[in-house]
């Protein structure tokens, strides 16, 4: 396959773009797991929750003939960073909801609930069509400043806006961390019963934990919808909206932002890569099968790191608090 | 409504079987096993392989009774079997002993499944492609029993085949030494290997139990259905729903749990979508996690 | 004859030391008890002499062998027996089931063993087939000195057979473990309760990860010093 230079940036443009979208979803789970010890498998739950708010805050609510094919509940045509303010209340406001119920099971059920959070979001999403339109989802979702760059050009702004949000939280994340509020989310992750012997209420720190984490994946929803400017529940599935970012912080290495980053710079790349490397060796005939070696590579190297790197590529970074 | 109970009750038949393995792995090596569903396809997969085998070399066409599959599906149980319970040795072998040695937490052998599930499922799509696959096109004769119940005559086979597997784990668990051992080292792994119990021998058992059920549960379930290579991962999610019901390492929990989910998703369907099955299933777990943590039946015997 | 001896043991958790050089004999056909207060290190010190926790230095003889690299399951198939202080019933099995779990290993007709151990301990007969986390403290003490009791092992340990259990029962373990000691078993006492010198031949009383004295139980107990320290008298 031959690829213009051009076809080669533009491709990887909206890689890093979409990279870039991973990292922020791995930083806020790395707030959860990586500092606070919260097992968190729902991330595509306030992945989606993000999208979808953000979408809906947007777009205008179709008219006319429109009307008929698309159907959602509302449709403010705000700007765009209401709209990723939105996305980060409202994830953050479902997020203390969630967590005041399900807070208090022992880590592996809270796992396993938060999967079925995650799951029974994205299957309301999918049945309620009066809300976003259902299975067929939203389209042509507004895409920021799009009037300023000429269309073909739009995605390195877009890789702009995108890194400037990678950014913001990944300072705001570290900063949070060193902070004294963050010394006490390491303390419940290493020792529980001996934050609580020291007078904390370790449940409300949790709880806060939870709520600034599902923000921080709220706001990667909202890039998500207006870089792809489509979404469908089906995005959402654990495998692309969790299991991959937990890949992505493990490589990585757990409780380490720029670990989160690597990460999902990674698996990303082997992912959205390995097809165009596969196609040149396959035999003819295998190509629709090609692009699944992906599945195998990201799997087996999971595995290698998980058992001979436990700690990850660049394993915990040290931390010093601030008083 | 009595035609919802009983495709509830074949729904939970299968979600039973499946996931009686994956609590029984659950008990004695703390691993939430996230591949189970992919294993449950591999096992779907090899079945087919045998049975187009077989059908190749023109042996074994004829249809069983009135089933719409032929000898063929039934003997390439054997084969079947045996490749789920190897392939899940060799990985207990290559991942999670590794893991369980150096002491990592369950969360890192959860994480490594899942990376278990992909490499499979990649070799799924690989070798046999994203097409549905069925085990024999025949005609799927219909049974009409009374009050209105339409019921496929495969459908008898698989609860038939599914409750006798149970019942045969059961009595392993309930009577035999090795059983005993095997629930003993669930219940106080420390206080086993005091008793002289070898815990990584009786690992290899439970694998050899949960290949065997993972092997049985997919062809059961390409029967009901047909082969696809997400079809064990799409079911994997109701099996852990329904050995949470149960509570942790318990078959007899498992089992009712997956009569439960299988009876309350399709019953559920008299009122909502049936899209919503699945939510249903999470739903009631979700209030079973909240107000029941250790399953709704506390720890039970077996 | 020397049965078990441990020297100049050092050991303990992750890189944290709780014994720091300890040594003991234990001679066969006695009631060699450890006392000491909680969180002397009783615990740890039948750990690693069953293999749970591997000594970071020293030696740990059994019946002239070396055992200090044998796992938990190689040191049961030799003779000892170990009731840990807590968890040391299988609470989901039944009675007769955790009885059968202490013969694991056994490829003989036990059967015979298990009915002098329903014998020793009568109330365990009567709830043969409820399940063990069902029993009250002082079944589940019985229920666990049983279990270890189906190897008819040459060197019992048990760990604090007395705590949390009611009074009158008390009395009748310490009974029982005499009885052990009648039919030729060793026994290694750890306990916190000094009822249990008055049942010993010798004893050792540990502090700190430390051997503060050792000696008849008797003399021990008429030792102001020691009594007043160490034995709350
Ligand atoms: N599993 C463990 N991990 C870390 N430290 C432990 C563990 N068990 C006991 N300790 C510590 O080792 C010391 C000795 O404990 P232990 O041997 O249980 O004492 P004893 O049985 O005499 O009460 C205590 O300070 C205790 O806190
Ligand atoms: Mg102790």
Known sequence: MGMSLGGVLNFLVSFAIMASIYAILAIGLNVHWGYTGLLNFGIAGFFALGAYTSALITSPKPVGIMANYVRQAIGLNLPFLLGIAGAAIVSGVIAGVIGILTLRLSEGYLAIATIGIAESIRIFINNESWLANGPQGLIGLPRPLHNIVP???????????VSIFLTVIYFAVERGIRSPWGRVLRAIREDEIMVSADGKNVFFF???????????MGIGGALYAHFSAAIQPGVFEPLFGTFIIWAMLTLGGTGNNKGAII??????ALWSWSTFLIFKVVPRGFETRAPYIRYVLIGLLLIFIIIKRPKGMLGEEAHVSEF | MAELIVYGIILGSIIALGSIGLTLIWGITDLFNCAHGDQITVGAYTAFVFTSLFSNMGILQGKVGPFSFCWGVL??????VIISVVLALIIDRWVYKPLRHSGAHFITSFIASIGVAWVLRGFIYIIWGADFHFYSSGLRTVAFLPLGIKLRIDEIFIVVIAWMAVALVYLFLAKTKKGKALRALADNPGLARISGIDTEYMIKWAWGIAGTLIAIAGILYGIETQLRPEMGWIFLLPLFAAIILGGKGSITGALIGGLLLGIAQQVSTAWLLPTYKPAIAFI???????????GIFGRRHI | MTILEVEDITSGYGSMPVLHGLSLKIEKGQIVSLLGPNGAGK?????????????WKGIIYFDGKDIKDLPPEKITRIGMGYVPQEENIFPSLTVQENLEMGAFIREDNWSGRLEDIYEMFPDLTKR?????????????????IGRALMLNPVLLLLDEPSTGIAPYLVDQIFEKIKALKGHGMTIFLVEQNTQALKCSDRSYILEGGEKKAEGNACDLLADEEIAKHYLGK
């Open chain 2, 284 to 294: 009631i777990m979700i209030a079973v996690l909240i107000f029941r943590p250790k």
């Open chain 3, 43 to 55: 615990t740890t010190l039948l750990r690693t002499i069953f293999g749970i926790l591997k000594p």
């Open chain 1, 206 to 216: 949790k709880l806060q934990s939870l709520i600034f984490g599902a923000m921080i």
């Open chain 1, 263 to 268: 990460g999902s710079f990674i698996v990303w």
């Open chain 3, 128 to 144: 043969r087939k409820s399940r063990a986390g069902e029993l009250s403290g002082g079944m589940r003490q019985m229920l666990a």
């Open chain 2, 75 to 80: 003997l390439a149980f054997i084969p079947a």
């Open chain 1, 151 to 161: 269309r073909c050009y739009y995605n390195y702004l877009y890789l702009v806006i």
